[in-house]
């Protein structure tokens, strides 16, 4: 039987996935290859967000002229959940996801969803599926939530009917072995965004137009792609989907950069948040523009000692190795170094409620 909440009718799975299902599922999950057993549903037509609904995880019915297969009205963001050491359950702010969400939505001229349907939408979820929340620090319930347009309609404007979807997938610890260095390919030939596009935004578009380029990398033997500006090709933007960070060693301190926001680099919860982070920790911490020229003679005078990339999924990922067309260098022996570890070691345990949440940042579920 259903029964209703303040937005959201539960429906609960009539075939959930057995104990002994969900734990041999949940043995080695990886990342994004296991899926729970529900899903939140909230159509939105007649201009306002209808009763969404907690249902079982299934597919999709699309009509073929639906919008989005046509026009790619399409954003998503990603977040996660995690056991506390308190024996609870916590999102690592989900507001701040919900906020970037309108925002993407809002250049796709998409509606926007308000942050606490968004929040509460995430908290039903995980309460519904707090049995696939992994336990280990490292570990997490991955949350996806995306917005399509569903509108059955040929022409080339914003969709009149869309729909919000959230579901989860229990994810392991993103380097099971170790955390291990990347190799970075430096992309000389195509870009991630321009001035005045939709860098900033989650669509997925964005993320299509980056395969070929990903592919490029992989034919040069490295892991990820390095994106630069579209207008001088010279300064650093992300690696991948991740933001970058790179460490100096100068006049006896140590101080992060981050490229600075311009329009065309994704503003990452986890960047905003290890900003702030480096600060508590006893680091300088700045935003500004990075050339690739300025990259290279960095490392080769030891003022840069080590650079990583951030993101939602991998926390945070260090950089070891770098080709380009310009020249290849190696980072800190192609080893991880310490700041990037010490960082990576402080957002792990903050978000699994090990140290105090000093910022307001985990949100309570359970």
Known sequence: MSTATTALTITPSTHPASEAERAARMTNPGFG???????????YRNGAWQTGELKAYGPLSLDPASSVLHYGQAIFEGFKAYHQKDG?????RPEANGERFNQSAARLAMPALPVDLFVQ???????????????AI??????????????????????NEYQFILFASPSGAYFPKGV??????????YVRAAPGGTGFAKCAGNYAASLVAQAQAAEQGCDQVVWLDAVTR????????????????????????????????????????????????????????????EWKDAVATGRMTEAFACGTAAVITPIGQVKSKRGDWTIHHNESGPITMKLR????????GVSADTHGWMHKVL
């Open 33 to 43: 290859r296991v899926f729970t057993d529900h899903m939140v549903v909230i159509p």
């Open 88 to 92: 609870g359950l916590a999102t690592f």
């Open 121 to 135: 939408a995430a908290d039903e979820l995980i309460r519904m599926e707090k049995n696939w929340v992994p336990t």
């Open 138 to 159: 490292g570990e997490s319930l991955y949350l996806r939530p995306l917005m399509i347009a569903t509108e059955a309609a040929l022409g080339v404007r914003p969709s």
């Open 180 to 189: 291990k260095p990347v190799t970075v390919w430096i992309s000389e030939d």
């Open 234 to 293: 010279n300064c650093i933007e992300e690696m991948g989907g991740m933001n970058m960070f790179f460490v100096y060693q100068e006049g006896g301190k140590t101080t992060l950069v981050t490229p600075r926001l311009t329009g065309t680099l994704l503003p990452g919860v986890t960047r905003r948040s290890l900003l702030e982070l480096a600060k508590d920790l006893g680091f300088e911490a700045e935003e500004r523009t990075i050339t690739v020229d």
């Open 345 to 352: 070691e402080a957002m792990l345990n903050l978000q699994h």
